[in-house]
T-cell receptor
Framework: GENVEQHPSTLSVQEGDSAVIKCTYS??????FPWYKQELGKGPQLIID?????GEKKDQRIAVTLNKTAKHFSLHITETQPEDSAVYFC???????????FGKGTRLSVIA | NAGVMQNPRHLVRRRGQEARLRCSPM?????VYWYRQLPEEGLKFMVY????????ESGMPKERFSAEFPKEGPSILRIQQVVRGDSAAYFC???????????????FGQGTRLTVV
């Protein structure tokens, strides 16, 4: 089955700097890669996703890239703000009828 | 359009009691997924259900745990004879299902935090 690895487990950046979180997956059949943000005491919130037919997707300060050959994908947050501080999870999905497999999460701290 | 609703938000049970966790998917969604999250860990898949069917329960312990998603009403995750190791946050997600091979987005509820004392 699918296995998703996520790095780093913790990340501290100065406000205004960029943050990059990387994930790798094992199943070449995976075709959907969402990213979730989880704030303390809350459920994961979908922030951006990418499908295997594109290599990059951007939404304001957030972008995701996908390298199918290398089987890795990354989340990029530019101009970080204190409210970006949270735990971020990547996930991979093989098809619509299988559940998402999650990475272990990255705790991002943005220091003002 | 209300999001995924889970209740209760917090649940305390004594060892040996039963815990019932409820999840109402987003309107129009017929696919429900249950995940467990331990402190400082990721989300572990437990079970995937569609209306009246269990599609994949490979992540759910064989004993004491069961799940259902009836034709009417919320999905229920039931844990019998709870033990301290069952203490965790349990999250439900829903999606609108699949029309093609492309995945559809899954949206999570706020979770139920189960504490076994």
């Amino acid at each position: 089955g699918e296995n998703v690895e996520q790095h780093p487990s913790t990340l501290s950046v100065q406000e205004g700097d960029s943050a990059v979180i990387k994930c790798t997956y094992s199943d070449s059949a995976s075709n959907y890669f969402p990213w979730y943000k989880q704030e303390l005491g809350k459920g994961p919130q979908l922030i951006i996703d990418i499908r295997s037919n594109v290599g990059e997707k951007k939404d304001q300060r957030i972008a995701v890239t996908l390298n199918k050959t290398a089987k890795h994908f990354s989340l990029h947050i530019t101009e970080t703000q204190p409210e970006d501080s949270a735990v971020y999870f990547c996930a991979g999905g093989v098809s619509g009828n299988t559940p998402l497999v999650f990475g272990k999460g990255t705790r991002l701290s943005v220091i003002a | 359009n209300a999001g995924v609703m889970q209740n209760p938000r917090h649940l305390v049970r004594r060892r040996g009691q039963e815990a019932r966790l409820r999840c109402s998917p987003m309107k129009g969604h017929s696919h429900v997924y249950w995940y467990r999250q331990l402190p400082e860990e990721g989300l572990k898949f437990m079970v995937y259900l569609q209306k009246e069917n269990i599609i994949d329960e490979s992540g759910m312990p064989k004993e004491r745990f069961s799940a259902e998603f009836p034709k009417e009403g919320p999905s229920i995750l039931r844990i019998q004879q709870v033990v301290r190791g069952d203490s965790a946050a349990y999250f439900c997600a829903s999606s609108s299902g699949t029309g093609t091979a492309a995945y559809t987005e899954a949206f999570f509820g706020q979770g139920t935090r189960l504490t076994v004392v």
